[in-house]
């Protein structure tokens, strides 16, 4: 039978933390949106800051508060809100073995978990922060000590890896270039041939109309015979719906160019 630990602060901590970040973990996994994975990995790293700093390690504790959970997570979040809050990730398998190397990963990862949590409860002990502390000046410069010391090669190892992933994720996440940048004189080259070719004007795009009951960026402009310029509506107003009656706005032009098309006629029938 498994003596039970003593009921200090330190186990009280953990027995109320552990249950709500691993909850909380299981949350990032299973969400369907970012922004609600991002706040479970928020509890989570909360939760371990209180851990932190039950067993008496404030530089852990503030770093993990300052660093991961308000300048890295924050980081998260912007980028979440950058790509978009509702955008859904793709299933499709665009590299052969992705789900089984994952699985495998997943299943090497939770024995090393259980191996590593049943050597510290049924044969070493749990093995504290004691060490740590014990150093001269406290929890900081033992901390530092064990990294740059005994555990620099582990340190630089694992700095080389999170370059690595990161330099992985930009050559994943590059897109092929689709065609190559014009610059402002290729652009009116461009211009210039669609002129000559099929006829369409070099000059800007006509802005949109201002009348005296409309004023919209919606509004179509009009030609002098009163027809509609399609061309002064942007075309992505115009794929959502954006439909404009120009019939009121093009009466007048239209009864103008009538009453001139009448007396041109009566005066070439006076003139025979």
Same mark, same amino acid.
């Given at each position: 039978m498994i003596p039970l630990p003593p009921l200090t602060g330190e186990l009280v901590a953990f027995v109320v933390c552990a249950p709500v970040m691993v909850l909380l973990a299981v949350g990032i996994v299973v969400a369907r949106k970012p922004v609600h994975s991002a706040i479970c990995m928020a509890g989570v790293m909360v939760g371990l800051a209180i851990l932190y700093a039950a067993q008496d390690a404030p530089f852990l504790f503030v770093v993990q508060i300052i660093v991961y959970t308000g300048a890295i997570l924050m980081l998260f979040l912007f980028v979440v809100m950058l790509i978009g809050v509702d955008s859904r990730d793709s299933v499709a398998e665009t590299l052969r073995g992705q789900r089984v190397a994952g699985v495998l990963a997943v299943l090497g990862l939770a024995g090393l978990l259980v191996f590593a949590a049943g050597q510290a409860v049924f044969v070493g002990g749990p093995a504290g922060l004691q060490q740590a502390n014990a150093a001269e000046?406290? *929890? !900081?410069?033992?901390? %530092? %000590?064990?990294?740059f010391s005994r555990y620099v090669v582990l340190l630089e190892a694992t700095s080389a890896l999170l370059i690595t992933a990161a330099v992985g994720a930009m050559v994943l996440a590059h897109g092929d270039r689709?065609? +190559? !940048?014009?610059?402002? $004189? +290729?652009?009116? %080259? $461009? &211009?210039? +041939? &669609? =002129? $000559?070719v099929d006829g369409v004007h070099p000059g800007p795009d006509p802005n949109s109309g201002v =009348? /005296? &009951?409309? *004023? /919209?960026?919606? $509004? !179509? /402009?009009?030609?002098?015979?009163?027809t509609v310029a399609k061309t002064s509506v942007s075309r992505t107003l115009t794929t959502r719906g954006a439909v404009v009656a120009v019939d009121e706005l093009r009466a007048p032009t239209s009864t103008a160019f009538g009453d001139i098309r009448q007396v041109a006629a009566e005066l070439e029938g006076e003139a025979k």
């Amino acid at each position: 039978m498994i003596p039970l630990p003593p009921l200090t602060g330190e186990l009280v901590a953990f027995v109320v933390c552990a249950p709500v970040m691993v909850l909380l973990a299981v949350g990032i996994v299973v969400a369907r949106k970012p922004v609600h994975s991002a706040i479970c990995m928020a509890g989570v790293m909360v939760g371990l800051a209180i851990l932190y700093a039950a067993q008496d390690a404030p530089f852990l504790f503030v770093v993990q508060i300052i660093v991961y959970t308000g300048a890295i997570l924050m980081l998260f979040l912007f980028v979440v809100m950058l790509i978009g809050v509702d955008s859904r990730d793709s299933v499709a398998e665009t590299l052969r073995g992705q789900r089984v190397a994952g699985v495998l990963a997943v299943l090497g990862l939770a024995g090393l978990l259980v191996f590593a949590a049943g050597q510290a409860v049924f044969v070493g002990g749990p093995a504290g922060l004691q060490q740590a502390n014990a150093a001269e000046g406290g *929890n !900081p410069q033992g901390v %530092a %000590a064990l990294l740059f010391s005994r555990y620099v090669v582990l340190l630089e190892a694992t700095s080389a890896l999170l370059i690595t992933a990161a330099v992985g994720a930009m050559v994943l996440a590059h897109g092929d270039r689709l065609r +190559e !940048p014009r610059r402002q $004189a +290729e652009h009116m %080259a $461009a &211009r210039v +041939e &669609r =002129y $000559a070719v099929d006829g369409v004007h070099p000059g800007p795009d006509p802005n949109s109309g201002v =009348y /005296a &009951r409309t *004023n /919209a960026i919606h $509004a !179509p /402009a009009l030609l002098p015979d009163g027809t509609v310029a399609k061309t002064s509506v942007s075309r992505t107003l115009t794929t959502r719906g954006a439909v404009v009656a120009v019939d009121e706005l093009r009466a007048p032009t239209s009864t103008a160019f009538g009453d001139i098309r009448q007396v041109a006629a009566e005066l070439e029938g006076e003139a025979k």
